[in-house]
């Protein structure tokens, strides 16, 4: 990736951040930084630490060494790893989205397009804890993408949700990013569909054992042992399938659910 | 009507709508244990009051905070929270049984404070009463919708720039608030019973969360209504009485099938 001007740029960066719970070392010298308009992937194995370095990033863990940087007046959208709305609340899909988000963005217009933009404006009175997996992340974005976000944070977003449904979400990501041009941070474990939507990896097993584009950490030693030989090379096939998987299929799909 | 009974339907009613919110609350944080361990320590309070020769209801709010900010930052290393707020619930229970024991204006007023005494509230009890409750929904006024949002998840609050620790000590303050308030409606054995069966019975019939908390105000205020006038024409305990209209309400909207 090319940075005109990093330091105006960038929104984020862990420096050798290291994190310690319970005696239980997690995060062992974590660094990564991300910038205006970049999506960037943390990927690894379970226990690696992902999830409490993207924490330390949002302020919710506190780490025990190292620093973290956030651009001053950071607008954050986040995507929890699992919400569970428990029943007994009632809560309509619409009224959860103005939920902590200020009063003047969460008019009943913006609501709407938020939802349009996700692709669920269908479900807009539909109690939260009926809706579907898929469409708990989409509700999230949504409220997330109310705020006028600079830097979104997802959390395994496709969590739950069936390879189709994985890809449409990977796709609205990708658009989102596009149209707004915000920073996006996103972890999973799933490497083969995020690796394509992805201008950077970084590979974690507690600390970063490899970053870059897509196709070169694919082929990095660590990540291939990590990983393994076939998923590493079914990786580096796929952004060069990338464009025209996305045209053709695209199109079928869409004669397909229309 | 009597005075009395006015003054009787005053308090019920005040304590009612302050209780409704912080019930919904309750329910919604899963927190009914803790509003129990609450209330079990007020009997405490009141004894306590009553040796340092302070108003009992003072000594109430006071010993409630210090109880809901030591449960709020305590957690066990094995134990569950459950279990915890049961330790603490009964050794609070037994302390305030042990302490009023000891104090002449509790000893003999016992039942009273164990199970409310709705029909000897005075004139200075329902100024009290409806003071607090406006005080309680003023402050959920401003404190209701980061509230809200930490009730729904935390972290995404926090990222959103919610205070959340800031958030939870206030509710447990308005909290300790009620319970103090209530004493004399339902007693400390009771109080519990007047923020989570409404809420719960509100459940049922409610789409939005400002839905269930109006709705737990109307059958909070019903309870109390159903409660006196079995307590009057039965000679029922009026504490008990209301209790027993709450659960009669909450068991006609089981049948409900919630939205």
């Known amino acids: 990736m090319s940075r005109p001007n990093p330091d105006k740029n960038l929104l984020v960066s862990a420096d050798n951040v290291s994190v310690e719970l319970n005696g239980n070392e997690i995060l062992l010298g974590a660094s990564l930084s991300v910038a205006k308009g970049e999506v960037v992937t943390i990927v690894g194995p379970n226990g690696a630490g992902k999830t409490t370095l993207v924490r330390a990033i949002l302020g919710l863990v506190i780490p025990t060494g190292g620093h973290i940087y956030r651009r001053p007046g950071l607008n954050i959208g986040y995507m929890p790893q699992k919400l569970h709305i428990d029943p007994t609340m009632p809560m309509t899909v619409n009224r959860f989205l ?57 959390d395994e977003p496709v969590q739950g949700v069936d390879i189709t449904g994985q890809a449409d979400l990977y796709r609205l990501i990708r658009n989102i990013r596009k149209n707004r041009g915000v920073g996006v941070l996103m972890v999973s474990h799933d490497l083969h569909v995020v690796m394509a939507e992805t201008d950077r990896v970084i590979c974690l097993n507690r600390h970063v054992c490899c970053e870059g584009h897509p196709e070169t950490v694919s082929k990095h030693p660590e990540f291939v042992q990590m990983f393994g030989d076939q998923v590493a090379n079914s990786i580096a096939l796929y952004p060069h399938n990338h464009d025209h998987h996305h045209d053709v299929h695209g199109d079928i799909k869409g004669g397909e659910n229309g | 009507m009597d005075d009395f009974i006015v003054r009787a339907l005053l308090a019920g009613v005040g304590v009612a709508l302050a209780a409704a919110p912080l019930g919904a609350f309750i329910v919604w944080r899963k ?27 003072i000594g109430v709010v006071l010993v409630s905070v210090v109880a809901g900010l030591m ?15 049961g330790v603490i619930a009964h050794g609070a229970l037994a ?23 709705i029909l000897s509230v005075s004139a200075g009890d329902v100024y009290f009463i409806w003071a607090g409750c406006v005080l309680v929904i003023v402050a959920l006024g401003f404190l209701y919708k980061p509230l809200l949002a930490v009730t ?8 959103e720039g919610t205070n959340v620790r800031l958030v939870e000590t206030a509710f447990v303050l308005l909290l300790a608030v009620v319970v103090a308030l209530s004493i004399k409606v339902v007693g400390v054995l009771l109080i519990a019973s007047m923020l989570i069966i409404p809420a719960a019975s509100a459940r049922a019939f409610s789409s939005t969360p400002e839905r269930m908390i109006i709705l737990a105000a109307v ?28 659960t009669a309400l909450y068991i006609i909207s089981a049948f409900k099938k919630a939205a």
Do not use: C
């Open chain 2, 31 to 57: 927190m009914a244990y803790f509003g129990g361990a609450i209330s079990h320590t007020a009997l405490l309070g009141v004894a306590l009051g009553f040796l340092l020769g302070i108003n009992p209801i």
């Open chain 1, 98 to 154: 103005a939920l902590g988000v200020p009063a003047k963005l969460a008019g009943q217009g913006r609501r709407k397009n938020a939802l349009d933009e996700v692709g669920i404006e269908h479900i807009s009175n539909s109690q939260m804890h009926n809706i579907s997996g898929g469409e708990t992340q989409r509700v999230m974005l949504a409220r997330a993408l109310l705020r006028d976000p600079d830097f979104l944070v997802l």
């Open chain 2, 219 to 246: 059958m909070g205020v019903v309870s109390v209504g159903l409660g006196m006038g079995a307590s009057l024409e039965f000679d029922w305990p009026a504490g008990p009485a209301i209790v027993a209209g709450a």
């Open chain 2, 95 to 117: 302390l305030g049984l042990i302490v009023a024991s000891t104090v002449d204006g509790v000893r003999v007023d016992l039942m009273a404070f164990l199970f409310g005494d």
């Open chain 2, 71 to 85: 449960l709020l930052g305590y957690r066990g290393r094995y134990l569950g929270n459950d279990t915890l707020l």
């Open chain 2, 152 to 159: 729904v998840h935390s972290e995404l609050a926090a990222v």
